[in-house]
């Protein structure tokens, strides 16, 4: 289970990043006392426009930002006081992370597998089974360079899960990707949902959120919205989508802001 508790982060600006911001304060907060829970066998969505903070968020729970305010335990573990510990139940997806151009899929795997401390015979047979998942073995001796967006990712994709990770959090996973290949991604998300994992995706494409996620939060300007099922949100929306209710709470937050 991922449980964040009135999760806040805060960053200092420089001279030229206020100027690039135009503004005079010198700190920004990315996010502003979110608190959510995922648990087992579920997909929770964080969902928001870019800069929303859903980036930061799975920055914190991966253990890579510590936060400013709040706390995040992972598997009963604290991301600050048991990062080691948090980080051997976990893998951390996003687009920022990129695999080595200059070696294959089937090398990345296999040190990564060691990396974690796994046997030989584990690794060949976690390998087996996530380059037959993502259809990986017809270019798994090329060079990460050599692939396609497509191929990059699920190679990324097969990789981080080579240690059979509890937790799954996936930033933006089917960024770029075209609809194919981003089903392949949503389709094994829900088996690792099925497995009993705990899975957090964010992602800004509502269509995509509301097929695939069983619980989700919305945060727009570092703050959380709203949060529960899908039929939840649309309730307390009175909105028939999914995208139709993230538009009118977007709304409602600016009407709010403007009149603070």
């Keep these: 289970m991922i449980q964040i508790n009135n999760l806040s982060k805060v960053y200092k600006l420089s001279a030229k990043k206020m100027q690039e911001l135009k503004t005079r304060n010198p700190e920004k907060i990315a996010v502003n006392g979110i608190s959510l829970e995922a648990k087992e066998g579920q997909i929770y969505g964080l969902l928001g426009p870019n800069g929303a903070g859903k980036t930061t968020t799975l920055r914190c729970v991966a253990t890579l930002l510590k936060p400013s305010e709040g706390d995040i335990k992972v598997c009963g573990y604290d991301t600050v006081k048991e990062g080691e510990k948090v980080r051997d139940c976990i893998c951390f997806l996003t687009n920022e992370i990129k695999l080595d151009p200059n070696f294959t899929a089937d ?39 050599e692939l396609s967006t497509g191929m990059k990712q699920k190679a990324a994709i097969a990789v981080s899960l080579v240690h059979d990770p509890k937790v799954v959090i996936f930033d933006e996973p ?87």
């Design 174 to 260: 089917t960024s770029g990707l075209d609809i194919i290949t981003a089903r392949v991604v949503t389709d094994y998300l829900k088996k690792l949902r099925d497995d009993g994992k705990v899975v957090i995706v964010s992602t800004h494409i509502m269509s995509e959120a509301e097929k695939l996620c069983d619980c989700v939060g919305i945060i727009i300007d570092g703050k959380k919205v709203a949060e529960g099922t899908i039929p939840e949100i649309l309730e307390e929306t009175g909105t028939d989508d999914l995208e139709d209710a993230f538009f009118k709470l977007y709304s409602e937050h600016k009407s709010e802001e403007a009149v603070s």
């Design 107 to 145: 090398y990345m795997f296999t040190f990564f597998g060691r990396l974690h401390g796994l046997k030989e015979d584990e690794i060949e047979a976690r390998k087996n089974e996530l380059f037959d998942a993502f259809g990986i073995n017809d270019f798994k001796n090329k060079k990460i360079e």
